[in-house]
């Protein structure tokens, strides 16, 4: 089975920095796709970005980069020009292509950015 | 966008009371899902389902019951709710394409039962 490690249940940054959010994973597979989702007080998760496991080009989404190392199976997150509305619980998620398609999350991390 | 609805954002029931839980989604997902968000262990898998009547355990599926009659629809039943189920619910769908692999996910139905 999968697993997925947060290492840091909190962490905080000053406005305008950078922040990186660590993330490990388990698995025999060759093909999966990995995650990070955001989970703002609001409750409401939102997808901040996708990464094949086959595609060795880290994926980037405007301030949000991660660092993928398939051979260490590490998937780390990069929020650059942290901004307030940054603040909220980050999820590392793996996914398995199968039926189903379902997703096997970490325990998240908490983001405070400060002003 | 994908829109998944869960009916309710906050719940307070009774020991041994029956709850139900219901979401919609309408994109018409093959795929839709339950999970339980707790603290320190993040989102855990109740059940899921991959098409209408069907359904498949997740990891914690002891204490809980689900239903998809209509492929929109997809519901979390307590049969006898117990103070441990005290929990943030979270409905999910997704389409079943690899290449679009996205789980989109609803607002969250906060549950206590007392």
């Known amino acids: 089975a999968q697993t997925v490690t947060q290492s840091q249940p909190e962490m905080s940054v000053q406005e305008a920095e950078t922040v990186t959010l660590s993330c490990t994973y388990d698995?025999?597979?060759?093909?999966?796709?990995l995650f990070w989702y955001k989970q703002p007080p609001s409750r409401q998760m939102i997808l901040v970005i996708r990464?094949?496991?086959?595609?060795?080009q880290n994926a980037t989404e405007n301030r949000f980069s991660v660092n993928f190392q398939k051979a260490a199976k590490s998937f780390s997150l990069k929020i650059s020009d942290s901004q307030l509305g940054d603040t909220a619980m980050y999820f590392c998620?793996?996914?398995?292509?199968?039926?189903?398609?379902?997703?096997?999350f970490g325990a998240g991390t908490i983001l405070r950015v400060k002003s | 966008d994908v829109k998944v609805t869960q009916s309710s954002r906050y719940l307070v029931k009774r020991t041994g009371e029956k709850v139900f839980l219901e979401c919609v989604q309408d994109?018409?997902?093959?795929?839709m899902f339950w999970y339980r968000q707790d603290p320190g262990l993040g989102l855990r898998l109740i059940y899921f389902?991959?098409?209408?009547?069907?359904?498949e355990k997740g990891d914690i599926p002891e204490g809980y019951s689900v239903s998809r009659e209509k492929k929109e629809r997809f519901s979390l039943i307590l049969e006898s709710a117990s103070t441990n189920q005290t929990s943030m619910y979270l409905c999910?769908?997704?389409?079943?394409?690899?290449?679009?692999?996205?789980?989109?996910f609803g607002a969250g139905s906060r549950l206590t039962v007392l």
């Open positions: 999910a769908s997704s389409s079943p394409h690899r290449g679009r692999a996205k789980m989109t």
């Open positions: 698995t025999s597979e060759n093909n999966y796709y």
């Open positions: 990464q094949e496991a086959y595609k060795q």
């Open positions: 998620a793996f996914m398995k292509p199968e039926y189903g398609n379902k997703l096997v």
């Open positions: 994109m018409d997902h093959e795929n």
């Open positions: 389902s991959y098409d209408v009547k069907m359904k």
